[in-house]
């Protein structure tokens, strides 16, 4: 098993008086920032909606589904925008590292009256056999056959009209530094609201905002060696679950990383 180099540290060494007095201290910031981060999902509650003027049509597991039947019956719906393109042979890892930190959340989000769901523009016979391997429960569509990805701008394609990223032009993230790619797979998630027969897109998050959303990160920040990533790709040291060396479902091999996820800095 590798093993990783330790990172340089500056922690002093205190008695446990000084030691308590410092959490002390630190609880007050953490205390403030909770006001601060709840405050902000309270603006994030009044922001305006936009109705959902076209009638997608999804892939999925059973045949053809509507955004509307993605619902599953309840009022809301979490839409993660997965990275697998068609060419692929399995999903992005950062994306699949998502997946495993939010899979056991689809239950309980039901009982708040909330559906999760991931969409991918390749096809259903690359999506399932992948989604069986990792075992993950999330609903699971194929926006294959409709422009869903190029009109949430998740995919970008200038021929497709998909020029803009984390609602920045895409050209213009390019020139400064911002984005590694102007074509191809991004990720994101958008969030959507039913009100009788209507569908509102209530909100839409990118990049460094999706960090939420991965509670490995919410441990290791925790630590006193943190996220231990380089800054130039964060991610490049996630693999699907099963290859990991250390995993017990590892398998031969590890795949690279997928580094999308942090290329698109927010």
């Known amino acids: 098993m590798k093993t990783l180099e330790k990172p340089k540290t500056t922690a002093k060494i205190v008695s446990n008086a000084e030691w308590e007095a410092a959490q002390k201290a630190f609880l007050v910031k953490e205390k403030e920032f909770t006001h601060q981060r709840e405050a902000l999902s309270a603006q994030r509650r009044q922001l305006p909606w936009t109705k959902v003027e076209k009638d997608y049509v999804f892939d999925g597991p059973s045949g053809k589904v509507s955004l509307s039947e993605l619902f599953q ?24 590292h998502v997946a495993d930190n939010v899979d056991g959340a689809v239950v309980h989000l039901a009982a708040r009256d909330t559906s999760l769901v991931f969409v991918s523009r ?124 250390h995993s017990p479902l590892a398998t031969p091999g590890a795949s690279a990383s997928c580094c999308s996820a942090e290329k698109a800095k927010k």
């Open 122 to 245: 390749a096809p259903m016979d690359k999506i399932t056999p992948f989604k069986w391997r990792m075992s993950w429960q999330v609903p699971w569509v194929s926006s294959f056959n409709n422009s869903f990805n190029y009109d949430y701008h998740v995919t970008l394609d200038e021929d497709r009209g998909s020029t803009q990223y984390n609602f920045e032009s895409v050209k213009s993230l390019d020139e400064r530094g911002k984005i590694h790619h102007t074509k191809g797979e991004m990720p994101g998630a958008s969030v959507f609201i039913r009100e009788g027969d209507a569908i509102y897109r209530t909100y839409s998050v990118f990049g460094r905002g999706l960090d939420p959303m991965l509670n490995t990160y919410n441990f290791l920040d925790l630590t006193a060696m943190g996220r231990q990533e380089d800054e130039g790709c964060a991610q490049k040291w996630v693999r699907h679950h099963d290859k990991y060396e």
């Open 73 to 96: 019956g309840r009022r809301q719906l979490v839409v993660y925008h997965f990275m697998f393109d068609p060419a692929w042979e399995e999903g992005c890892p950062g994306c699949s």
